[in-house]
């Protein structure tokens, strides 16, 4: 039993180093080909090369450059491939490199499979994997047949097409990189078409891949009728029905938020018509959960709305899938330790289940040890930055950590250290809630089978 308990912590070790040290290889590795003068229509220096690679690899979306008016053809290529692995997480693209070569997925790639995407089988995963890239890559092409209607009106056939590819791949990897040019998504502020088809994508993606799956399931069975529609949401599971209500309640918060912090602000939505205004807010809430496209310009946004951006851009997507923040279900879960405090209940509840207390440890973990390094970071570009506005010193550093990519047009303004401190913060916000996951689970299962110490109860509060 000790030596499989030793091998089992072996290979959460080797697991949360694989994905760590995945992600460092290729940014390193895009840092150099963007640095490269095929990648370049101009010189760029090394350090935006690697701050661009880093945001692409870590689907964040801050940027030092403008990578429409940077990067050639080949440095596009090269930014949305980085893109593409980023969104799907270092061992999804290497499972697919195996079935692509066709060779054999072993024992131990299953396992860490398994721990990374937390199923709770090994059986399946092979199939899981191919579910996961066909309905990535659907998904993306439905997203850039859509945006093939705006694009390639204005841009050609080719130019439309390449174009639509690539904000189709950016949205659904939650990137919130564009090749647009200046204005990015700005003008593009009231078009229906382009809205739309990025808050779906941006949307579909943040749900995570397991409660697609869930939802999925229960779809093929109701169209199979061996389940009544009246009882689809039962059969969901606990986690899937967290995640899409959180996600309802606050793109709806956030869009009533933004609604009416921005109504009479000029440089936002001021000057937009009622329907317009509703559906640039419904585009902040939506981009400010994890995607980083900007509709309107962030930097004249009114520090109220900074305020809710930050908020939104904390809590992010959902797991799972190609979303930032610390997650829907833990901030969930939070919430539901503290309704069961308040009511004097012993277990934290949801939809008639017990939370398993070990994953509320982890929860309240992995928020507090994300809100560490972000409150360190912000300290840190504060005294870098003694210049600059605390407030858009934490939207930026929220949107790095979120791996969001919202800015208040500051990045491309903060000095070399500062510009290392966001990328510290994108790279530990991208690889951080998968590590910290392997890690607190692993101890928590030893610290339980080893021993049990004698309870004892401090002051609180």
């Not at 859509?146 to 939650?174: D, H, L, M, T, W």
């Not at 509320?360 to 005294?383: D, H, K, P, Q």
Request: aromatic residues 10%; glycine residues 10%.
């Amino acid at each position: 039993m000790s030596k499989e308990k030793k091998s089992d912590g072996r290979l959460s070790l080797n697991t949360m180093q694989m994905i760590a040290l995945g992600f460092l290889g290729v940014i390193l590795l895009g840092g150099v080909l963007l640095w490269l003068p095929f990648s370049n229509q101009e010189p760029i220096a090394f350090a935006d090369a690697l701050f661009t690679s880093v945001s692409a690899v870590c689907v964040t979306g801050l940027l030092t450059i403008v990578p429409a008016t940077q990067f050639t053809v080949a440095g596009k290529v090269i930014l949305l491939l980085l893109i593409q692995i980023g969104g799907l997480g270092v061992i999804a693209c290497t499972v697919a490199f195996f079935l692509i070569l066709r060779k054999k997925i072993t024992m131990k790639e299953r396992v860490i499979i398994q721990q990374t995407y937390g199923l709770d089988t090994l059986s399946g995963l092979v199939k899981y994997m191919l579910l996961i890239l066909k309905g990535t890559f659907l998904v993306e092409g439905i997203g850039a047949c859509c945006y093939a209607f705006r694009f390639v009106p204005e841009f050609g056939v080719v130019k439309g097409i390449a174009y639509s590819i690539f904000q189709s791949i950016s949205a659904f990897c939650n990137a919130g990189i564009d090749i647009l040019g200046d204005q990015s998504y700005k003008g593009y502020a009231t078009s229906p078409i382009v809205n739309f088809t990025t808050m779906a994508l941006i949307i579909l993606s943040g749900l995570g891949f397991l409660v697609w799956h869930d939802i999925g399931k229960n779809v093929f069975r109701v169209w199979k009728q061996k389940l009544p529609k009246k009882r689809m949401w039962t059969r969901l599971r606990v986690q899937s029905k967290i995640v899409l209500v959180m996600t309802g309640f606050l793109i709806f918060f956030g869009m009533i938020g933004f609604f009416f912090l921005e109504y009479h602000n000029p440089e936002t939505m001021g000057t937009m018509s009622a329907g317009e205004k509703l559906m640039a807010s419904a585009f902040q809430s939506v981009t400010s959960r994890t995607a980083g496209f900007a509709a309107v310009s962030q930097g004249d946004l009114t520090p109220a709305s900074k305020l809710l951006g930050c908020i939104l851009m904390f809590i992010g997507g959902s797991p799972g899938g190609t979303a930032g923040g610390v997650k829907t279900t833990t901030v969930a879960l939070l919430l539901l330790v503290c309704i069961s405090v308040l009511r004097g209940s012993k277990d934290a509840e949801c939809f008639g289940r017990k939370i398993a207390s070990a994953v509320v440890r982890s929860a309240v973990t992995i928020i507090l040890v994300t809100f560490l390094i972000w409150v360190g970071g912000i300290a840190v570009i504060t005294i870098l930055e003694p210049n600059v506005d605390f407030l858009d010193i934490m939207y930026e550093a929220t949107s790095a950590i979120a791996t969001v990519g919202l800015s208040a047009d500051l990045t491309p303004l903060l000095g070399r250290g500062s510009q290392a401190v966001l990328m510290f913060l994108m790279y530990a916000g991208r690889i951080g809630p998968v590590t910290m996951a392997l890690v607190f689970a692993g101890k928590a299962r030893k610290s339980s089978q080893l021993r049990e110490l004698p309870e004892k109860h401090i002051m609180i509060g």
